[in-house]
């Protein structure tokens, strides 16, 4: 089986799906006490849950990265945003974590969250035909991938 070229951002997906599972493992064996990790609504057991529910989320949002760029044309600029989306899905967990036992790591999250949008920006400039996806003019089918349909009138 070859790889296509955004095919690490479906493994990225599953991998971050499979992290929240285990994660949820993981702090679901102590929620039953009143007190764990300081209560409900304490900050560290706050933090813990995010960084759990963004494993679950920016998997999907890898996953919806690889079935739209597999539609598009390979280009530099999606590149780019594919190792951003990466970035961001492994890098939010981990600052969540960080952040919970050292409140003072909290800028670490510009990592994540610029990393995302950075790789969100340059989806929609190239489905926006910006940045070498679909072309004023160009019918659709054809930017994303596919072949234009012949037109019958000369």
Excluded at 39 to 64: D, P, Q
Excluded at 120 to 145: F, H, K, N
Aim: net charge positive; hydrophobic share 55%; with cysteine.
């Amino acid at each position: 089986m070859s790889a296509t070229p955004f095919q690490i951002n479906l493994l990225a997906a599953w991998g971050g799906i499979l992290a929240g599972f285990l994660t949820g493992l993981a702090l679901g064996l102590g929620f039953h006490g009143e007190q764990w990790l300081g209560g409900y609504t304490s900050f560290k057991r706050r933090l813990l849950r995010l960084g759990h529910i963004s494993l679950f989320a920016l998997g999907v949002v890898n996953l919806c990265f690889y079935f739209t760029a597999r539609e598009l044309p390979v280009s530099a600029g999606l590149a780019i945003a594919s190792g951003a989306l990466i970035l961001g899905a492994a890098s939010m967990p981990v600052c969540c974590a960080v952040t919970a036992f050292l409140p003072r790591a909290r800028t670490w999250f510009a990592l994540p969250v610029l990393s995302l949008a950075l790789g969100a920006a340059i989806t929609i400039l190239t489905l926006a035909g910006v940045m070498g996806g679909v072309q004023p003019g160009q019918p659709v089918a054809a930017g994303l991938g596919k072949p234009a349909a012949a037109s019958s009138v000369e």
